[in-house]
């Protein structure tokens, strides 16, 4: 092989990994806080949840904007996260990874198989924003809540990402292909959501194969979008037509806080 036919080579996936990259694949979990004790976040079980750092997104509702970069002004070190889990064995059910968005971290499926190793089941939060990583992360996981934002088509208006709607597509398909206990959730805005869009997502979700969704009211505490506040939806979730969503359903639920 010439110099320059070698120079054009691209790495395949037998080469080993640059120091970057290793450095990247061996870094401990970065997280942004940890919630003790939670009987909320995975529904019918005592979780501790943790907050991970970082998100590709940039949600104007999120309620964790300090989540959202890469890297935390303060941040919990792993060890010590483990070492309070480990404290908890037999008193919690379970741990939910939250962020943020933990697939983000390639660190997240080590720090999952060891929360599994200390007997803990293990759910995640996430916005799908990784298809392939949520694929090969799923037969660790016991409980997903994906978040199901708006219409495909109109994902990018949310997110501030190009093709977001695509790949929270494509993770809704493998989570529903998986057999993994799941619910989609949908945090409910007037800004971007009316009850003729709720039911045309409720119709999206149901064609692929969705049986629990949620539908949840935008919480203004800790939003850094404070214009949000003045819009918040005080009766869309009441408007009669959202019944008609139980339907298409096995289970079917509004939470208002």
Same mark, same amino acid.
């Given at each position: 092989m010439s110099v320059a036919s070698s120079a054009r080579r691209r790495p395949t996936s037998a080469d080993p990994p640059t120091e970057a990259q290793a450095r990247l694949l061996h870094a401990p979990l970065r997280v942004?806080?940890?919630?003790?004790?939670?009987?909320?976040?995975w529904p019918g079980q005592l979780s501790a949840v943790v907050f991970c750092q970082g998100c590709p997104w940039r949600c104007a509702y999120c309620h964790n904007p300090y989540l959202l970069p890469s890297r935390g002004a303060s941040e919990l070190a792993?060890?010590?996260?483990?070492?309070?889990?480990?404290?908890?064995?037999?008193? &919690?059910? %379970?741990?939910?990874?939250?962020?943020?968005?933990?697939? !983000?971290?390639?660190a997240l499926p080590d720090a999952v198989r060891s929360v599994k190793e200390l007997g803990f089941r293990v759910g995640l939060h996430t916005g799908g924003a990784y298809p392939s990583r949520l694929s090969y992360l799923l037969p660790f996981l016991d409980w997903v809540g994906l978040d199901f934002k708006a219409p495909i088509a109109d994902y990018p208006a949310i997110t501030g990402a190009p093709g977001s709607g695509?790949?929270?597509?494509?993770?809704?398909?493998?989570?529903i292909c998986s057999g993994v206990q799941h619910e989609f959730r949908t945090t409910v805005h007037p800004r971007w959501h009316d009850a003729t869009t709720l039911?045309?997502?409720?119709?999206? &979700?149901? %064609?692929?194969?969705?049986?629990?969704?949620?539908?949840? !009211?935008f919480r203004a505490q800790g939003c850094a979008d404070i214009t949000l506040e003045h819009d918040a939806p005080v009766t869309l979730l009441e408007d009669s037509r959202i019944e008609k969503l139980a339907h298409r359903f096995e289970s079917f639920a509004l939470r208002a806080d």
């Open positions: 942004g806080g940890l919630t003790p004790c939670s009987a909320t976040d792993w060890c010590d996260v483990l070492a309070f889990l480990r404290r908890r064995v037999g008193l &919690l059910d %379970a741990v939910v990874f939250s962020g943020g968005e933990p697939l !983000a971290q390639a695509q790949k929270a597509l494509a993770s809704a398909r493998v989570l039911l045309s997502m409720a119709d999206q &979700l149901a %064609a692929l194969g969705a049986r629990r969704y949620v539908l949840q !009211a």
